[in-house]
């Protein structure tokens, strides 16, 4: 694969953003997820594609943040920054990122990456600095009306080859299912995802001592995020390591130094986009801890993203960055785990898959091109 050349000077032509598109999204069946997908433009109509997982209204699952949040900084700040940018390196981005919500800011940084990658022919793993061929995954368990029901989705995930489930436990719904799972899957690695639906009284305490008697791999966002002091007062009671929910580098590097965690819990979305994913990847790693990734968005194109991150040599973790099996694919190849493992594209240059723009163009609900 060969990059475009400037055959004057004979080196990679630095793309130029000529163009910025986004499409609100929402899945045509079934719980209708929705996302804002980031179309940016370069010379020679080589494209680059970001996503950002939203909702209607309130914080984003994922980090993506309220759909008119992030549709409002994308058209009004982020899109006409990147306007005639000369993208010498995907971190030239970062000024603009700062100009907008988390999910506005990932889904351009990551629009930004395979625009970059796709006018080098270089494959965004590599481009990051990843080092593995596959990526192994997890599967995760919300809340279920019967318990029974929670060893039967545990079987399924392990059936289909995942090595590792993560429970979404909430006050009252907590020890006892962890404990069915834990019963019927003594080898299985299993994370208990409180959803920061703890705090710090007898009580809740009680139950996070509970759960550490079950041999997890660890205890994710036990506590409101910021309160580091509470987490590091919690690793100090229980031997599980902790995954507080970090969402910057201020705060993952204030995490590591008051001890708070041994484990980061990567999203592309979170953190704001692949450069401030790899730089906390960077900073965990070096601390000793271990990493997982998540992915964004029902799209594909925020899994795809995330695959080429959890490459990395720090993600220590099986990482949850499939596509849920069974809806519409919009990337070719789907962003699908098969027998628990997800292959890292490294034949294609970008994100490694090709976008079904006639299909995200016919589902809009909402468009924007800048310039008009």
């Given at each position: 694969?060969?990059?475009?050349?400037?055959?004057?000077?004979?080196?990679?032509?630095?793309?130029?953003i000529q163009g910025c598109d986004a499409f609100r999204v929402a899945m045509p069946r079934?719980?209708?997820?929705?996302?804002?997908?980031?179309?940016?433009?370069?010379?020679?109509?080589?494209?680059?594609?970001?996503?950002?997982?939203?909702?209607?209204?309130?914080?984003?699952?994922?980090?993506?943040?309220?759909?008119?949040?992030?549709?409002?900084?994308?058209?009004?700040?982020?899109?006409?920054?990147?306007?005639?940018?000369?993208?010498?390196?995907?971190?030239?981005?970062?000024?603009?990122?700062?100009?907008?919500?988390?999910?506005?800011?990932?889904?351009?940084?990551?629009?930004?990456?395979?625009?970059?990658?796709?006018?080098?022919?270089?494959?965004?793993?590599?481009?990051?600095?990843?080092?593995?061929?596959?990526?192994?995954?997890?599967?995760?368990?919300?809340?279920?009306?019967?318990?029974?029901?929670?060893?039967?989705?545990?079987?399924?995930?392990?059936?289909?080859?995942?090595?590792?489930?993560?429970?979404?436990?909430?006050?009252?719904?907590?020890?006892?299912?962890?404990?069915?799972?834990?019963?019927?899957?003594?080898?299985?690695?299993?994370?208990?995802?409180?959803?920061?639906?703890?705090?710090?009284?007898?009580?809740?305490?009680?139950?996070?001592?509970?759960?550490?008697?079950?041999?997890?791999?660890?205890i994710a966002r036990p506590f409101p995020g910021e309160d580091l002091a509470a987490h590091?007062?919690?690793?100090?009671?229980?031997?599980?390591?902790?995954?507080?929910?970090?969402?910057?580098?201020?705060?993952?590097?204030?995490?590591?130094?008051?001890?708070?965690?041994?484990?980061?819990?990567?999203?592309?979305?979170?953190?704001g986009g692949l450069t401030a994913a790899r730089a906390a990847h960077d900073l965990a790693?070096?601390?000793?801890?271990?990493?997982?990734?998540?992915?964004?968005?029902?799209?594909?194109?925020?899994?795809?993203?995330?695959?080429?991150?959890?490459?990395?040599?720090?993600?220590?973790?099986?990482?949850?960055?499939?596509?849920?099996?069974?809806?519409?694919?919009?990337?070719?190849?789907?962003?699908?785990?098969?027998?628990?493992?997800?292959?890292?594209?490294?034949?294609?240059?970008?994100?490694?898959?090709?976008?079904?723009?006639?299909?995200?163009?016919?589902?809009?609900?909402?468009?924007?091109?800048?310039?008009?």
């Amino acid at each position: 694969m060969e990059g475009d050349t400037d055959e004057r000077e004979g080196r990679v032509r630095v793309p130029q953003i000529q163009g910025c598109d986004a499409f609100r999204v929402a899945m045509p069946r079934g719980r209708r997820p929705e996302s804002v997908l980031v179309r940016l433009t370069g010379q020679d109509d080589v494209v680059g594609w970001g996503e950002a997982a939203v909702t209607a209204r309130g914080p984003g699952g994922g980090g993506g943040g309220a759909a008119g949040d992030v549709w409002a900084d994308i058209e009004e700040r982020m899109g006409p920054a990147l306007i005639g940018l000369d993208l010498e390196r995907p971190e030239d981005v970062s000024a603009a990122a700062e100009l907008g919500c988390a999910g506005a800011a990932s889904a351009i940084d990551m629009a930004c990456w395979d625009l970059w990658c796709r006018s080098r022919g270089e494959p965004l793993a590599h481009a990051l600095g990843g080092t593995r061929t596959s990526i192994v995954t997890g599967a995760r368990i919300t809340p279920e009306p019967l318990l029974e029901t929670v060893v039967t989705r545990a079987n399924q995930a392990v059936g289909a080859g995942h090595t590792r489930v993560t429970v979404d436990v909430r006050p009252g719904w907590d020890i006892e299912p962890v404990r069915l799972i834990r019963q019927a899957f003594p080898a299985l690695a299993v994370v208990a995802d409180a959803g920061h639906a703890y705090r710090e009284t007898p009580e809740h305490l009680a139950v996070m001592e509970a759960l550490d008697g079950y041999g997890l791999l660890a205890i994710a966002r036990p506590f409101p995020g910021e309160d580091l002091a509470a987490h590091a007062r919690l690793q100090r009671l229980v031997g599980t390591a902790l995954a507080p929910g970090i969402g910057d580098l201020d705060t993952l590097d204030a995490a590591i130094s008051r001890e708070a965690g041994r484990v980061l819990e990567l999203g592309v979305a979170g953190m704001g986009g692949l450069t401030a994913a790899r730089a906390a990847h960077d900073l965990a790693y070096a601390a000793g801890w271990d990493v997982w990734c998540t992915g964004t968005g029902a799209f594909g194109i925020g899994q795809a993203a995330a695959v080429a991150l959890a490459s990395l040599p720090g993600v220590t973790l099986p990482s949850e960055v499939s596509d849920p099996a069974g809806g519409p694919a919009f990337v070719s190849p789907p962003v699908r785990s098969s027998g628990g493992v997800v292959g890292v594209p490294y034949t294609q240059p970008g994100l490694g898959h090709e976008i079904d723009e006639a299909r995200i163009e016919r589902l809009a609900s909402r468009r924007l091109r800048i310039p008009a």
